[in-house]
């Protein structure tokens, strides 16, 4: 995109809004009425066209879900949500028929992921990254779908999946995060529009680093993606998902759901930098990021690995989890969650020992600062059968400031002699020292604060495809602006 | 190049600095001796610009400017440069990268390009050379773990990287080894230039023999209570403090 001078102006002042990504794409949209009920259920099934059984099953999770009690036990405080006052469904209108080629997208699309810093076309060409782009309710894009096809790597928007591999879809949705798993996974198995779908076959390994790229632009409108990642024997993949939201002054709902599966020596690395507009230093607007990701490990030495990088929502709530049932399986949590101004953060995992010698491991780096708060919440068990099972967590806190807090609350059941679960809990304040050492040496303030706390997250950026290494650092900068002085 | 005049400085109200006056001209090198708790750290961090140092009264020119008037990182960038006597551990950032934020920033703040990462390293590894410290350091968390020397020889690399005209050491030779001596003698005396200065806080003497003082200082009780040549260095070594101690009640 030829960046003229308006565009440039428009750039300038989000970055000096701070939040970047805050701009809203002008477009025409196609939606659904506001509020939920069956008919709104039926709209967007139908305008999926999907088989009887997809409908099916989400009416049977909506009626559900009206029986369901809002979670209650976490952490952040915030008025009840009016779920009829929010849309449902929202897509471009140029997508009503569906463009066969990213030639055919939508420029004002392809423009908008372009000044995220996504040029999906470049993409495609140079970075050798994979990307679907959801924008709302639909994904847009899918680059490398053919090239991906020659392995057999199947990679494409879940609504195309469910037409094109029913199977797969029937036999793996809802089989690791069931509908009646908590109230959010629910409406997202009532009402969930897009996402992605991804199919690695045996003995695959993805020759290149597939993402997702979640962008919710209209107004008053809630993402629920669902995103399904199988990893058949023996493959490996490594999958990046990207979110960014416009500047609103009310809230908006994110209510996604992720279910990874790997069956016997395979490996899924699932890595996160979410980055949804957090709201004003007062707290205004901002998204409800309210997500249930759970991944299986199903197969024997298989292995699951979730690292993320958490800087934006106003309301994150979020628990990446691992179900280790095979023998000698692998969980992994790698977290980074920096809060600022009035955000709130309850995250953490859940690892689930099934399996005989599986392990697990949990590294915890929680950055508050402003008037923020933050709570590492995680679960631990040791199932009877779990002999040999182990797990280590690391657990840090910084803080930046005194009105902010930090948490750490974690929940160890063992119903395993043999099974080991060693934890370490550390909180810390960023030293006056540290920051006047720097400042001497020509650092100024906001970079000092940033420098200390990439060091303080080390652990866990290394852990990230190198791609996403280096904005993740300078998002950690970006996240704390304004946090000193 | 720098001008001290009548300094008061306080630290959580209590005056340690008491009408300091000290003016260093470009080219020289000074020393400053004293007792422990007599101020010269105190000195060094107002000179830095730390937070919490109040001056209650005199001021300070550097280059003809109003020193106080600026943020410490302004003063970094226009060329105060102090090896702190307790160097500070960053854990987690290489010291490569902290080296490399560093002197970028001084580049921006002196309006010289910026170095990539290659080009710092270049530099880096230069130094290093020259001042015989091992490569190995390079990769560490800045500080963390390191022995005393180690921190000591880390503040004279960064010292050497940053090419600081006014350089204020605070102690840099205490716990050093002799071949480590050698290596800040040698970091400061590269620095000597016409248009440069600097400042040796120390407790020993010896140091001076490596890094000859144009003046040497005595501090004591937040006072300049008495200069005077090389000679004198020598003359306190023999008898101590106990002067300045009845001098100053
Ligand atoms: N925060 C503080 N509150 C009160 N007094 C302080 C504070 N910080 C330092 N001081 C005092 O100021 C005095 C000067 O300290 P300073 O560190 O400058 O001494 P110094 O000359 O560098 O000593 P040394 O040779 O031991 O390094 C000391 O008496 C010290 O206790
Ligand atoms: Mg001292």
């Known amino acids: 995109m030829a960046a003229t001078p308006e565009t440039a102006q428009q750039v300038q002042e989000y970055a000096d809004d701070g939040y970047k990504y805050g701009f809203v794409t002008d477009i025409e949209t196609e939606s659904a009425p506001k509020g939920l009920n069956e008919d709104i259920i039926r709209f967007i099934s139908a305008k999926k066209k999907e088989p009887e059984w997809m409908l099916e099953s989400r009416l049977k999770a909506y009626r559900h879900w009206l029986t369901m009690p809002e979670p209650e036990w976490q952490k952040p405080d915030f008025p009840a949500i009016n779920y009829q006052d929010s849309y449902y469904y929202s897509a471009p209108k140029s997508m009503a028929?569906?463009?066969?080629?990213?030639?055919?997208?939508?420029?004002?699309?392809?423009?908008?992921?372009?000044?995220?810093?996504?040029?999906?076309?470049?993409?495609?060409?140079?970075?050798?990254?994979?990307?679907?782009a959801v924008f709302d309710s639909v994904s847009v894009a899918t680059t490398f779908k053919a090239k991906l096809e020659e392995?057999?790597?199947?990679?494409?928007?879940?609504?195309?999946?469910?037409?094109?591999?029913?199977?797969?879809?029937?036999?793996?949705?809802?089989?690791?995060?069931?509908?009646?798993?908590?109230?959010?996974?629910?409406?997202?198995?009532a009402v969930f529009t897009?996402?992605?779908?991804?199919?690695?076959?045996?003995?695959?390994?993805?020759?290149?680093?597939?993402?997702?790229?979640?962008?919710?632009?209209?107004?008053?409108?809630?993402?629920?993606?669902?995103?399904?990642?199988?990893?058949?024997?023996?493959?490996?993949?490594?999958?990046?998902?990207?979110?960014?939201?416009?500047?609103?002054?009310?809230?908006?709902?994110?209510?996604?759901?992720?279910?990874?599966?790997?069956?016997?020596?395979?490996?899924?690395?699932?890595?996160?930098?979410?980055?949804?507009?957090?709201?004003?230093?007062?707290?205004?607007?901002?998204?409800?990021?309210?997500?249930?990701?759970?991944?299986?490990?199903?197969?024997?030495?298989?292995?699951?690995?979730?690292?993320?990088?958490?800087?934006?929502?106003?309301?994150?709530?979020?628990?990446?989890?691992?179900?280790?049932?095979?023998?000698?399986?692998?969980?992994?949590?790698?977290s980074i969650a920096i809060t600022n101004n009035r955000q709130q953060a309850d995250t953490g995992t859940k690892m689930i020992h099934l399996g005989k010698n599986t392990s697990s491991r949990i590294i915890s780096k929680g950055i508050s600062a402003g008037r923020?708060?933050?709570?590492?919440?995680?679960?631990?068990?040791?199932?009877?059968?779990?002999?040999?099972?182990?797990?280590?967590?690391?657990?840090?806190?910084?803080?930046?400031?005194?009105?902010?807090?930090?948490?750490?609350?974690?929940?160890?059941?063992?119903?395993?002699?043999?099974?080991?679960?060693?934890?370490?809990?550390?909180?810390?304040?960023?030293?006056?020292?540290?920051?006047?050492?720097?400042?001497?040496?020509?650092?100024?303030?906001?970079?000092?604060?940033?420098?200390?706390?990439?060091?303080?997250?080390?652990?866990?950026?290394?852990?990230?495809?190198?791609?996403?290494?280096?904005?993740?650092?300078?998002?950690?900068g970006i996240s704390l602006e304004g946090s000193v002085g | 190049?720098?001008?001290?005049?009548?300094?008061?400085?306080?630290?959580?109200?209590?005056?340690?600095?008491?009408?300091?006056?000290?003016?260093?001209?470009?080219?020289?090198?000074?020393?400053?001796?004293?007792?422990?708790?007599?101020?010269?750290?105190?000195?060094?961090?107002?000179l830095a610009g730390r937070d919490g140092y109040k001056v209650t009264k005199g001021e300070i020119l550097y280059k003809g400017q109003n020193l106080l008037d600026l943020s410490p990182e302004e003063r970094a960038g226009n060329g105060v440069f102090l090896a702190f006597q307790y160097p500070v551990e960053i854990p987690g950032v290489a010291n490569t990268i902290f080296l490399k934020e560093a002197l970028n920033a001084v580049r921006r703040h002196r309006g010289e390009e910026e170095l990539d990462a290659m080009a710092v390293l270049k530099v880096?590894?230069?130094?290093?050379?020259?001042?015989?410290?091992?490569?190995?350091?390079?990769?560490?968390?800045?500080?963390?773990?390191?022995?005393?020397?180690?921190?000591?020889?880390?503040e004279v690399l960064q010292m050497a990287v940053l090419n600081p005209s006014l350089a204020i050491l605070d102690e840099t030779d205490s716990g050093l080894d002799i071949?480590?001596?050698?290596?800040?003698?040698?970091?400061?005396?590269?620095?000597?230039?016409?248009?440069?200065?600097?400042l040796v806080i120390t407790h020993y003497?010896?140091?001076l023999d490596h890094i000859v003082p144009d003046k040497v200082h005595v501090l004591a009780k937040g006072r300049i209570q008495r200069s005077g040549g090389k000679a004198l260095a020598l003359e306190l070594e023999k008898n101590g403090y106990a002067e300045f101690a009845e001098a100053a009640a």
């Open chain 1, 194 to 334: 897009d996402g992605s779908f991804v199919f690695i076959p045996k003995g695959v390994r993805c020759p290149m680093e597939l993402s997702t790229y979640f962008r919710i632009n209209a107004e008053n409108t809630g993402q629920f993606e669902r995103t399904l990642i199988i990893a058949d024997e023996g493959s490996y993949v490594s999958y990046l998902e990207g979110c960014t939201a416009p500047m609103r002054d009310e809230h908006q709902l994110h209510a996604a759901v992720v279910e990874l599966i790997t069956l016997d020596d395979a490996e899924i690395k699932y890595s996160t930098v979410q980055n949804w507009y957090p709201g004003d230093e007062e707290g205004r607007g901002g998204i409800y990021n309210f997500v249930t990701k759970r991944g299986a490990c199903r197969g024997r030495n298989s292995k699951i690995s979730w690292t993320q990088v958490e800087t934006g929502s106003a309301i994150t709530w979020k628990y990446p989890s691992c179900i280790l049932q095979g023998e000698n399986s692998v969980g992994e949590f790698y």
């Open chain 2, 124 to 154: 880096v590894r230069e130094k290093t050379k020259e001042l015989g410290i091992s490569e190995d350091m390079l990769k560490r968390a800045v500080n963390v773990g390191f022995s005393g020397g180690e921190k000591k020889r880390n």
């Open chain 1, 151 to 189: 392995v057999g790597v199947i990679f494409c928007p879940i609504s195309e999946a469910i037409e094109r591999c029913p199977d797969l879809v029937q036999k793996y949705l809802g089989s690791v995060v069931p509908y009646t798993d908590n109230k959010h996974a629910c409406l997202n198995a």
């Open chain 2, 179 to 198: 071949d480590a001596l050698k290596i800040v003698a040698d970091g400061v005396n590269a620095l000597r230039a016409p248009d440069r200065a600097t």
């Open chain 1, 372 to 476: 923020s708060d933050q709570t590492y919440r995680g679960l631990v068990r040791m199932g009877p059968k779990a002999n040999g099972a182990r797990n280590y967590t690391q657990c840090d806190s910084l803080l930046i400031g005194d009105t902010c807090g930090a948490h750490t609350v974690p929940y160890i059941e063992s119903k395993n002699k043999g099974a080991v679960v060693e934890h370490e809990a550390t909180t810390s304040k960023i030293s006056e020292d540290q920051l006047f050492y720097l400042r001497q040496r020509g650092i100024d303030e906001e970079a000092a604060v940033a420098l200390v706390v990439n060091g303080f997250c080390r652990d866990v950026l290394q852990q990230l495809p190198m791609e996403f290494a280096v904005e993740a650092q300078k998002l950690v």
């Open chain 2, 205 to 207: 003497q010896r140091l």
């Open chain 2, 1 to 46: 190049m720098l001008e001290i005049k009548n300094l008061h400085a306080a630290v959580d109200g209590t005056e340690i600095l008491k009408g300091l006056s000290l003016e260093i001209n470009a080219g020289e090198t000074h020393a400053i001796m004293g007792p422990n708790g007599s101020g010269k750290s105190t000195l060094s961090y107002v």
């Open chain 1, 97 to 132: 028929d569906k463009p066969k080629s990213l030639d055919e997208v939508d420029p004002e699309l392809l423009a908008t992921y372009e000044k995220l810093g996504i040029p999906l076309q470049e993409q495609e060409r140079l970075a050798g990254v994979a990307v679907d």
